[in-house]
């Protein structure tokens, strides 16, 4: 035991180890290694308490199961009603809550521990409340190892330094901080409902874009000012045609760079015209609309180089995934690849501005738009599409995120562990064309309505740390003593500390000292 001179009355500070019942085996961590792998998971039985499980002094109800008899050989790992069970893998350690009378027959996974607190010393929700605590953790940071994944070990967590209030104080501190948290929680669920709201608004603006009910169709407009317009059908025609006076000059440069000319018109025959989309499940498209697939109005659809890329301190930057999940492009922390290794690209693997980055791999579905004119590359699982001069590259972004594009990417997307959108089914997605006027007006419009989302979100976001702000000031107000009144009557923690260790010594136990005198003499 040892105590601080900046301890509240009647506190003390002991080491979490001080903090176990009787009894070997009070505090224990999970079965590593063999003992406890995936592959023994069962759909019903006994529960296994995992990382996801342990919230912030919540128990969280994600669910796995082992049989009963491996739960038998695994019983010194119990995790029974009233526990403490304590992450000890992750950013902010450690991570605590008690296990609810709920739950039933359960072991601990291999990172976690389970902790029998002393019943006549402190309360388990005391304690796991505590645990959570800036106090705590910022003495768990010092001793924690590992860099991609920091982890605190068994042995030094039971180090740790526990401040430990009077038990009638901790039933006062426990009630208090229960009824700061509830109101919390009821703010944040409000929160998390607003932010649900914004996704469905954000889903059905794109919804409308993209049937064409955002803005007036092109086709009204000019009815009302009796004029002809463009419709995306006649559109659609001159991006094939051009599509395929482009590959005849290619063709037509590459025959001429090895010295040779066309004696004829046959060579035109190698060129492949897009397929056309196949409508048969699509819905009807308002006046001056047209169905197409996304290889007809886009002049390239391929993905980043599929050999493993050379590294280099610096150059040109290299996207994987999450250099783009956020749906922004990120080149903070963007690896490097050299400048020769970029220039020997194909032009077409070599994203520019106006060209629309495409998720294919693990998170698919993600389009980020190209903005910044700068040189990258990306990896083989970003797509990377170039759509044709006629198509407005905003409006093809806010096509590619509805719900409509991402249903056909999930439908011929392949593989189990990870999914993957091939690209010749990236090519076939079926995607709406407007007009090229009514197109450049439903990006502005989108784009409004989702400015107006984003910064909701962004406000949402900061009243939600605000929350984990206040509930750990809620935390540490009540661990240092300040969070309810102290009582003068309230036996110290330091003599009922000292009556249990001559409990457990066979001696007589200390009497009960009460009043500011005892708490007194037990101050440091």
């Known amino acids: 035991m040892s105590t601080r001179k900046s301890m509240p009355h009647g506190w003390v500070t002991v080491s979490v180890e001080q903090l176990a019942a009787d009894g070997d085996g009070a505090i224990t961590d999970g079965p590593f290694g063999s003992h406890l792998k995936t592959e023994h998971y069962t759909s019903a039985g006994p529960r296994v308490?995992?990382?996801?499980?342990?919230?912030?002094?919540?128990?969280?109800?994600?669910?796995?199961?082992?049989s009963e008899e491996h739960f038998q050989q695994l019983s010194r790992h119990e995790a029974k009603s009233g526990d403490v069970v304590v992450a000890m893998l992750g950013e902010r350690l450690p991570r605590a809550c008690v296990v609810p009378n709920t739950l039933g027959p359960a072991i601990v996974k291999a990172d976690c521990v389970r902790l029998r607190v002393h019943p006549t010393l402190a309360l388990a929700k005391f304690v796991a409340l505590g645990l959570n605590a800036e106090v705590v953790r910022r003495?768990?940071?010092?001793?924690?190892?590992?860099?991609?994944?920091?982890?605190?070990?068994?042995?030094w967590f039971k180090t740790i330094e526990f401040p430990l209030a009077p038990k009638s104080e901790q039933e006062r501190i426990v009630d208090a901080i229960d009824s700061h948290f509830t109101r919390l929680d009821h703010a944040v669920a409000t929160l998390e409902r607003v932010r649900a709201n914004l996704k469905r608004y954000r889903a059905s603006v794109l919804k409308a874009a993209v049937e064409g009910r955002l803005v007036p169709t092109e086709a009204e407009l000019a009815r009302a000012e009796g004029r002809d317009y463009e419709p995306a059908?006649?559109?659609?025609?001159?991006?094939?045609?051009?599509?395929?006076?482009r590959w005849e000059e290619a063709e037509l440069a590459k025959l001429a760079a090895a010295g040779k000319t066309p004696r004829?018109?046959?060579?035109?025959?190698?060129?492949?015209?897009?397929?056309?989309p196949d409508t048969t499940e699509m819905a009807p498209l308002p006046d001056g609309w047209c169905w197409a697939a996304l290889e007809q109005v886009c002049q390239s659809v391929t993905d980043g180089d599929h050999l493993p890329p050379p590294q280099a301190p610096n150059g040109v930057p290299f996207l994987v995934i999450g250099d783009v999940r956020s749906g922004r492009i990120d080149f903070s922390k963007a690896r490097f690849v050299p400048e020769d290794y970029y220039n020997a690209l194909e032009p077409h693997r070599r994203p520019r501005i106006g060209d629309v980055l495409y998720t294919v791999t693990g998170s698919f579905g993600i389009p980020v738009l190209v903005r910044e004119d700068r040189p990258f590359c990306v990896q083989r699982h970003i797509g990377i599409l170039r759509p044709t001069e006629q198509i407005d590259s905003n409006y093809m972004v806010r096509?590619?995120?509805?719900?409509?594009?991402?249903?056909?990417a999930t439908k011929v997307a392949t593989g189990t562990a990870q999914k993957t959108v091939p690209l010749g089914g990236l090519r076939r997605i079926v995607v709406?064309?407007?007009?090229?006027a009514e197109q450049v007006r439903v990006a502005a419009e989108v784009d409004r309505a989702v400015s107006v989302s984003d910064d909701l979100e962004h406000a949402l976001e900061a009243n939600s740390r605000r929350c984990a702000r206040l509930r750990q000031s809620i935390l540490h107000w009540a661990f240092e003593g300040k969070l309810v009144d102290q009582d003068p009557n309230d036996e110290p923690a330091a003599v009922l500390l000292e009556r249990i260790r001559a409990e457990r010594a066979g001696a007589e136990p200390a009497p009960a000292a009460r009043g500011r005198r005892a708490r007194t003499n037990h101050r440091g």
């Open 49 to 66: 308490i995992r990382l996801q499980n342990i919230g912030e002094a919540v128990f969280l109800d994600a669910r796995a199961h082992i």
């Open 139 to 155: 003495q768990a940071d010092a001793l924690m190892h590992g860099l991609g994944r920091p982890r605190l070990g068994l042995r």
């Open 399 to 408: 096509v590619l995120e509805s719900d409509l594009v991402f249903a056909q």
């Open 233 to 245: 059908s006649e559109l659609l025609k001159r991006i094939l045609v051009e599509r395929r006076r």
């Open 264 to 276: 004829d018109d046959r060579w035109k025959a190698r060129y492949q015209e897009p397929n056309a």
């Open 432 to 436: 709406p064309l407007a007009p090229a």
